[in-house]
């Protein structure tokens, strides 16, 4: 009887310690919005001995585990055809989980991309008052989280925005009025906790190593009661000019700063390096990952590269990390070697 209870108790604890290791598994992956887009044009993926591979089946094989994938509210972008709707979304969030990938969902509150440049509202929502532009956020998010849960995937994170330094759904969410971007961002976390509150809302924005527009945002947010589980910072050398060298002793301080200042967890939910330029970008995502790594209390959950198959052939996009020959790059070995 006392060796059936022990046996119990060993088999409990090796449980509780199953799920807490689980739980703080490092996310190491990629945002793939491009993929069906891709396959559609017919864009053949190979592994390193020349076989046709599928595209995420070569990413696990980089060590990769968790996949992003973006939201647009009526997808109008030319080039992208309707792609990027919720039924892709939730197609592709189907086929990367039975692949044993993890899911996070952005949401660009758009028909078309979304960045510090540019946050246009849905034409469907262009002429609605403010009252109703918040119903907007709640009921699309929800309805998107919803239908990802009926169709049997729950994401493990959701990002209420694409970066948003400036504010998103522009003028009405704009940071030169935070009480109203806060009441959005917050609309925006109800509706994801309103489907399942153990997804983790991430609020998102660009240039992660700059620590002052960092604290500037998410000063005023937590100003506003902004609520929100982890900060997600865009990491890319490149749009500044700069080599990751000179800045990523500032990444790893705002990543610091960020996890002790608010007491939220801090994720790279994008980086890239140049394709033309792979050892550089290898040591990139090397030195990344240690610093996400590296912030204390495990409060540096993961890095994710945008992008990283939109081969330049085909998208014409300079920091994916793909060969012209349809193979990964080997700055992506990074991945499965950190």
Request: charged share 25%; glycine share 6%; with cysteine.
């Amino acid at each position: 009887m006392l060796k059936n209870l022990l046996i119990l108790v060993v088999l409990a604890l090796s449980n509780v310690l199953f799920a807490q290791h689980k739980e703080i598994a490092f996310a190491k992956g990629a945002d793939i919005g491009w993929l069906p887009q891709m396959e559609a044009t017919g864009y053949k993926f190979y592994n390193n001995n020349g076989k046709e591979t599928d595209c995420l089946q070569l990413l696990k094989d980089l060590g990769m585990n968790s996949i992003r994938l973006r939201v647009w509210v009526n997808p109008s972008d030319d080039k992208a055809s309707g792609h990027c709707s919720k039924e892709e979304t939730i197609a592709m969030a189907l086929r990367a989980q039975k692949m044993g990938f993890r899911i996070m969902i952005n949401f660009h509150y758009s028909d078309s991309w979304a960045d510090p440049a540019k946050q246009f509202k849905p034409k469907a929502w262009e002429k609605h008052s403010f009252a109703e532009l918040l119903n907007d956020v709640y009921n699309h998010t929800f309805d998107v989280i919803n239908a990802l849960k009926v169709a049997g995937v729950t994401p493990e994170w959701v990002q209420v925005g694409n970066e948003i330094p400036g504010g998103m759904l522009w003028p009405e969410g704009s940071t030169d009025n935070w009480p109203q971007l806060g009441q959005l961002l917050n609309k925006g976390y109800d509706a994801v906790k309103a489907v399942d509150k153990n997804i983790k809302v991430i609020v998102h924005v660009d240039e992660g190593n700059n620590n002052e527009k960092f604290r500037t945002f998410f000063d005023n947010a937590t100003a506003q009661k902004v609520r929100y589980d982890v900060i997600g910072l865009s990491y890319y050398p490149y749009w500044i000019k700069k080599d990751y060298t000179e800045t990523i002793a500032d990444l790893q301080f705002n990543l610091n700063d960020m996890a002790q200042r608010y007491g939220k967890e801090v994720m790279i939910v994008e980086v890239g390096g140049e394709d033309d330029k792979v050892q550089n970008t290898h040591e990139l995502l090397t030195a990344t990952i240690k610093a996400v790594k590296n912030v204390p209390n495990n409060k540096g959950i993961g890095v994710l590269y945008w992008e990283p198959q939109g081969a330049r052939s085909w998208s014409h996009y300079a920091l994916s990390a793909w060969q012209a020959d349809g193979k990964p790059s080997p700055a992506l070995n990074a991945f499965k070697e950190n």
